[in-house]
C-alpha cells in the first residue's frame, strides 16, 4: 500500500524532522536566557558569510560525508555500524604508518597509497565485528561500540610509546614529510588567481568525497554486489532463497563501510593535521550516524546533510567564541536530529501519512 | 547454579585472594577501590538488565548515568542536600527514560538510534545547562558535607578490627562505604527475587522472550516494557548521582566516562542475570583499580600497559560475545517493537 507519493518520504519527512529539532533547540537556547535568532545570524556568519568560513564548513562536511556513507552502506545490509569512530581513528593510523614509513616524492603517489591505507586499516578493524557478526550472530552494535573504545586505547598507546618521537612530550606521531602534504582549497584557488578561504583547512579531499558519493551510489542502485547487499537489507530469508550468501555479502558490506571510515583520516589527519595526535576523529565516527540517517541512506541526501553538519560544527564554533553558548549545543542539535529522523521517525510519518491518505481519498471520491 | 555460571565468580575471588597473598595491604586498597568503582558499574548494568530482559535494548545508559550526574550534582549544591540530589538525579534519568519510551514503544521507532541520540542529549544538554548555570566551563562547583553522600561505618566496626582476617576484611572492605554502595548490593538479591521468584518479572521477561504470548493473555507489553523502562531510568539515576555526589563532589563534564558501556558490556558478560551481573561489575572494577594502582603492571614476564587493563573489559565483551567462551543469548525480542496483529 502506497501511502505518501515518494518526494514526500524523501524530502518532507526529514525537512520536518529538521525543522522540529530546530524548534526545540531554539526553546534550549530561549531556556538558557540568550536568543535564538542571534545564534542563527552568528552561526550563518560564521559558517557562510565569507570564504573562510567556508574553508572550515567544507573541511567539517568532508570527515561527515566519508562516516554517512559508512554508516549508509552498512545500513542498506540492515546493519548498524556505529564503530565509524573508532574506524576512521584506525584509518588515521595506517596513513600516518604509510606516509612515515615509505618515502614518497609527491603528494599525488601519497594520496593513493596512503588511501589505500586508510581504507585498509578502517576495513581491517570492521571485519572482526563483521565476521563475528555474519558466523557467530553477536551484535554489531555492541562489538562495533566495543571496538571504538579498544581503537581509543590502541591508539593512545601506539601514540604515547611507539610513534612519538624521541623528547616529545605531546602524544602525537612526528610531522609527515612535507611533500606529501596535500594541495589545500585555497591553493586551487589561488592557482587560478582567486583569494579564497586562507587559512582553512578544507583540501582536496572534498572532491574524493564527492567521488565516492557517486560511486557508493553506482555501487548500490547500478551493481550486482549493491542489488545483493539491498536484498540482504530488506529481508535475510529472501536473500538466502534467491542465492545470496549471507556471511558473504554482510562482511563484505562491513568492510566497505569501515574502509569508507577509514578514509576519514585522508582528510583529518593527512589534509589538516598532517601527523597523528590523539582523538582526532572528534566524534565525525558519530555525525555519521546523524548524517546518513538524515540523508535517507542516500548519497545525495548524506551530502547534503554532511553540508549541513558542517555549517553547523563550523558555526557552533563560531557561536561559543562570539556568543556566551557553548558548542556543545551544536551536540544537542545532533542529537535531536538523530531522535528526529531516527527513532522518533514514525510520529513524523503517521500523522503525514494519514494526511496524505485522508486527501486522496477525498480527491478520489 | 552449576560450575559454568560461577565461572567468573570464581575468577574474580581467585585474583582477590592471590592479590591479598601476594601484598595484603595493596590488596585490601584496591579491593576497596574495586568496591566503589564498581557501583555505578553494577546500578547501571541491573538497570539494562531490567530494559533488555523486558525486550528494550538500551544503549543509552551511559546518557542517562551522565544526565543524572548532572541534575544530582546540581540540586545537591543549590539544595545542599545529597537527598535531594538523588531525587533530582532520579527525576533526570528518568525524562530521558521516556524519551527512550516514547521512541522504542509508542512509536516503534529504532531502539539503537534512540540510545544514540540520548546520550548525545545528555552529552550536549549538561554542558549546555551547566555553563549557562554555573559558568565554570560545564562543571557544576564542588559539593560539601551534607551535599554528599559520605562514608559511613558498619556497626561493630571497630571492635572487630584487630581481628585476623575477619578484621581487615569487614572493617577495611565491608565497612566505611556510602550507603549508595551498599544499595546497589541490596538491589542484586532483590533483582533476582523480582525477575524470577514474582508475577511481575515472570511477565517482564515474558515480554522480552515472547511478547504474543503475553499480549495473548490479556497483559499490555506497553504497560509493561514502560514500568521496565521507568525502573531503568531510576537505577541509572541512582548510578549517575553516585558519581556525582559520593564517588566524586560534583559533576565534571562527561564525567560518566564510557561507564555505561561497560555496564553494558558486564551485562552481556553476566548473560543478563543478575547474580552474574553482580560478579562481571566486579571484575570489571577490580581491573579499574588495578589499572589505577599499577599503571605499567609487571607481571615478571610481560609490562602490561594501564591502556590493556581499560581495554580488557572491552576486548573480554567481545570474546564472550563470539561465543568461544560460554554463549551469550539476548532476550529474544530484544530491539524489536511490538506490533500487535490486526
Not at chain 1, 564503530?83 to 588515521?92: C, D, R, S, V, Y
Not at chain 1, 557467530?136 to 555492541?142: K, T
Not at chain 1, 558490506?253 to 589534509?271: C, E, K, Q, T, Y
Not at chain 2, 531510576?234 to 561507564?259: C, D, N, P
Request: charge should be positive; glycine fraction near 12%; include cysteine.
Amino acid at each position: 500500500m502506497d501511502k505518501m507519493p515518494k518526494w514526500a518520504d524523501v524530502i518532507l519527512t526529514p525537512l520536518i524532522s529538521l525543522v522540529l529539532a530546530m524548534g526545540i533547540s531554539a526553546l534550549v537556547i530561549l531556556a538558557i536566557g540568550e536568543s535564538p535568532w542571534v545564534a542563527l545570524t552568528t552561526m550563518v556568519e560564521g559558517a557562510l558569510g565569507s570564504s573562510y568560513g567556508w574553508g572550515f564548513t567544507l573541511y567539517y562536511a568532508t570527515n561527515f560525508i566519508f562516516t554517512g556513507l559508512a554508516v549508509a552502506v552498512a545500513y542498506h545490509a540492515s546493519l548498524f555500524n556505529i564503530g565509524g569512530e573508532g574506524q576512521a581513528a584506525m584509518g588515521g593510523l595506517g596513513v600516518a604508518l604509510v606516509l612515515l614509513n615509505i618515502p614518497l616524492p609527491h603528494w599525488a603517489l601519497a594520496l593513493p597509497v596512503a588511501m589505500v591505507g586508510a581504507a585498509l586499516f578502517g576495513a581491517a578493524w570492521a571485519f572482526i565485528p563483521a565476521i563475528l557478526q555474519a558466523k557467530r550472530g553477536s551484535h554489531i552494535v555492541i562489538t562495533t561500540i566495543m571496538f571504538n573504545f579498544i581503537a581509543a586505547a590502541l591508539l593512545n598507546y601506539v601514540l604515547v610509546n611507539i610513534l612519538r618521537p624521541v623528547g616529545s612530550m605531546d602524544p602525537a606521531s612526528a610531522r609527515f614529510p612535507e611533500q606529501t602534504n596535500l594541495p589545500a582549497l585555497t591553493d586551487l584557488f589561488a592557482a587560478i588567481g582567486i583569494e579564497w578561504g586562507r587559512n582553512t583547512p578544507a583540501n582536496i579531499t572534498f572532491f574524493i568525497a564527492l567521488a565516492a558519493c557517486l560511486l557508493v551510489w553506482v555501487l548500490i542502485w547500478r551493481t550486482r554486489l549493491g542489488f545483493e547487499i539491498r536484498a540482504l537489507g530488506k529481508s535475510e530469508p529472501g536473500a538466502v532463497y534467491a542465492g545470496i550468501n549471507p556471511v558473504r555479502i554482510t562482511v563484505i558490506a562491513m568492510l566497505i563501510s569501515g574502509g569508507l571510515a577509514g578514509l576519514m583520516a585522508i582528510n583529518n589527519v593527512m589534509g589538516e593535521s598532517e601527523r597523528l595526535v590523539l582523538n582526532a576523529v572528534e566524534g565525525a565516527g558519530f555525525i555519521g550516524i546523524a548524517v546518513a540517517l538524515m540523508g535517507r541512506n542516500h548519497p545525495f541526501g548524506i551530502l547534503l546533510a554532511a553540508l549541513l553538519f558542517g555549517f553547523l560544527y563550523q558555526g557552533g564554533g563560531e557561536l561559543a567564541l562570539w556568543t556566551s553558548i557553548p558548542r556543545e549545543l551544536i551536540v544537542v542539535i545532533q542529537a535531536l536530529v538523530i531522535l528526529f529522523t531516527g527513532a522518533l521517525d514514525n510520529m513524523v510519518r503517521m500523522p503525514l501519512e494519514r494526511l496524505f491518505l485522508s486527501r486522496r481519498r477525498t480527491g478520489g471520491a | 547454579m552449576n560450575l559454568k555460571d560461577s565461572f567468573i565468580a570464581i575468577i574474580v575471588l581467585a585474583i582477590c585472594i592471590l592479590w591479598a597473598l601476594a601484598d595484603g595491604p595493596a590488596a585490601q586498597q584496591g579491593i576497596g577501590s574495586a568496591l566503589r568503582l564498581m557501583t555505578p558499574l553494577l546500578l547501571a548494568c541491573l538497570a539494562g538488565l531490567y530494559s533488555e530482559r523486558a525486550g528494550v535494548f538500551d544503549i543509552g545508559l551511559e546518557g542517562k548515568m551522565l544526565m543524572a550526574a548532572f541534575t544530582s550534582a546540581s540540586v545537591a549544591f543549590l539544595t545542599g542536600s545529597a537527598w535531594l540530589g538523588l531525587a533530582a538525579g532520579i527525576a533526570g534519568a528518568l525524562v530521558l527514560s521516556l524519551i527512550h519510551g516514547l521512541a522504542s514503544i509508542t512509536f516503534k521507532g529504532n531502539q539503537l538510534i534512540s540510545g544514540v541520540a540520548i546520550n548525545f542529549l545528555a552529552s550536549g544538554l549538561t554542558v549546555l545547562v551547566g555553563q549557562n548555570a554555573f559558568g565554570l566551563g560545564g562543571r557544576t562547583p564542588s559539593l560539601t558535607g551534607a551535599g554528599r553522600f559520605n562514608p559511613i561505618t558498619l556497626p561493630f566496626a571497630d571492635a572487630v578490627r584487630d581481628m585476623p582476617v575477619l578484621g581487615p576484611i569487614y572493617s577495611g572492605l565491608v565497612s566505611g562505604h556510602t550507603i549508595l554502595v551498599y544499595v546497589a548490593f541490596a538491589l542484586v538479591p532483590l533483582t533476582w527475587w523480582v525477575l524470577f521468584r514474582t508475577r511481575f518479572g515472570l511477565r517482564l521477561r515474558a515480554v522480552g522472550e515472547n511478547p504474543a504470548s503475553v499480549d495473548t493473555a490479556g497483559v499490555s507489553v506497553t504497560r509493561l516494557r514502560y514500568a521496565a523502562v521507568a525502573i531503568c531510568g531510576v537505577l541509572t539515576g541512582i548510578a549517575g548521582a553516585y558519581l556525582a555526589t559520593a564517588l566524586s563532589a560534583g559533576f565534571v563534564k562527561e564525567m560518566t566516562a564510557g561507564r555505561g558501556f561497560i555496564a553494558l558490556a558486564a551485562l552481556i558478560f553476566a548473560k543478563w542475570r543478575p547474580w552474574q551481573a553482580l560478579f562481571a561489575t566486579f571484575l570489571f572494577g577490580l581491573l579499574e583499580a588495578i589499572a589505577n594502582l599499577y599503571p605499567n603492571l609487571d607481571l615478571g614476564f610481560v609490562t602490561v600497559p594501564s591502556m590493556f587493563m581499560n581495554a580488557l573489559p572491552y576486548i573480554l565483551t567481545v570474546v564472550i560475545l563470539a561465543g568461544f567462551v560460554g554463549r551469550a543469548v539476548p532476550p529474544r525480542a530484544g530491539g524489536e517493537p511490538y506490533v500487535k496483529e490486526r
